[in-house]
């Protein structure tokens, strides 16, 4: 066992504070890795907060991990010590049922094995995330960096990226599509760049004007801000497909009136309570409203490559672990460009 210095909550009203951890050595087909950076989703701040239910305390969060192989283990053949490797969302599943056959773990007949706030398949030990120096994790669940990515900015992708690129890849965007993305944080700036890149007309729907030049820097091809009401009437029935990143509660049948007919909107945001949703909003247009968690191990190292090939990666700002706390409240009032990545040097400095 390795001791490790990780940042960890206490409980669902404790700000995260300094902990320590002990990680395996690798098993046979076990990587150790040493992090260098983890990006910070707003589900680490649902769940330390418990906003889900069901949380694990003491809770290590981080699932947008990037690191180097600093070990592996006799049978493990995928990754090389020093490879630049990444893991995501969770970091086991039950690898038979017809969802883990098919590529897709994170629909898993028994449920993933999440890579912070779960329980380990074998011991029912809770498992711990990346706001930690290092992590072992079995390879077949760690993602290859391609070169010519920051690794920075590619810890982002782990989540944010995925999460964006699988939807719009499996609900079928096509180029020249009208795509709205609801909500300019880390998701949302993701769904902008995937929807560009994919050859879709883009329109940011934001609450904060301050984003609009951002938006259109991102690559958007346009911009509305939803407190202004005019905008649900100037833009109605106008999206083939809306991708919604919002974190809170809001009313999703102003945003279904935006489709077309025959429209897909899908939520990727989760909000922690319950919404009413107008039959007529989707009955009287033919409108989809459809959901979609992560993506599975193969689209994650597919949309790993597409970002390579594309000269897509996050836009990040690097904090130090000291200052996740302020990070948080900074997410809460929607105040990241785009997403927050830990600098794991801050922490390894206790190592
Ligand atoms: P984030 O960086 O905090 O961005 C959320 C954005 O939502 C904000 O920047 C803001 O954008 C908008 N927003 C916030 N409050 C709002 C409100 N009251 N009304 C309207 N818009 C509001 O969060 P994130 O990390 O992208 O995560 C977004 C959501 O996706 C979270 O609920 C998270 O748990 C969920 N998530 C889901 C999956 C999945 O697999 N489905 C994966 C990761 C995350 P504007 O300033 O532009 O309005
Ligand atoms: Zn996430
Ligand atoms: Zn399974």
């Not at 079995?138 to 900015?153: K, M, N, Q, S, W």
């Not at 809306?242 to 009313?251: F, G, L, M, Y």
């Amino acid at each position: 066992m390795r001791k490790t210095p990780a940042y960890a909550a206490a409980g669902a009203t404790s700000p995260l504070a300094p902990f320590s951890i002990e990680r395996r050595e690798p098993g046979p087909r076990e990587v150790l890795i040493d992090i260098l950076y983890c990006g910070v989703c707003h589900s680490d701040i649902h769940q330390v907060r418990d906003e889900w239910g069901g949380s694990i305390f003491p809770m290590v969060p981080g699932h947008e991990i990037v690191g180097r192989v600093a070990a592996v283990g006799d049978e493990a053949g995928k990754h090389r010590v020093g490879d630049l490797v990444g893991v995501g969302c969770f970091v086991d599943s039950c690898r038979q049922c017809r969802y883990c056959a098919a590529g897709e773990e994170q629909y898993c007949e028994q449920g993933m094995t999440g890579t912070y706030n779960g329980r380990e398949r074998a011991t029912g030990a809770p498992t711990y995330g990346g706001y930690s120096t290092r992590i072992t994790v079995d390879e077949d669940y760690v993602l290859r960096i391609p070169d010519g990515i920051a690794p920075e900015r590619a810890a982002p992708l782990l989540c944010a990226g995925i999460t964006t690129y699988s939807p719009l890849r499996h609900f079928g965007l096509a180029a020249g599509d009208g795509l709205a993305v609801v909500g300019l944080g880390g998701l949302g700036h993701m769904a902008v760049k995937f929807g560009v890149a994919m050859g879709a007309r883009v329109t940011v729907l934001s609450t904060s004007e301050s984003k609009r030049a951002d938006a259109l820097a991102l690559g958007a091809h346009a911009f509305a801000a939803t407190r202004d009401a005019d905008t649900f009437k100037r833009l109605r029935g106008q999206f083939d497909f809306i991708i919604d990143t919002v974190s809170a509660p809001h009313d999703y049948n102003a945003y279904l009136s935006l489709l077309k007919v025959d429209g897909t909107m899908v939520l990727v945001g989760m909000p922690d309570q319950p919404l009413p949703l107008a039959a007529g909003a989707l009955v009287a247009r033919r409108r989809r409203l459809a959901g979609s968690m992560i993506g599975g191990i193969r689209e994650t190292q597919e949309m790993l490559d597409f970002c390579a090939a594309h000269g897509i990666a996050s836009d990040v700002e690097v904090i130090d672990i000291a200052q996740i706390n302020v990070a948080y409240e900074r997410m809460l009032r929607a105040d990241v460009r785009y997403r927050f990545v830990i600098d794991i040097a801050s922490l390894s400095s206790a190592d």
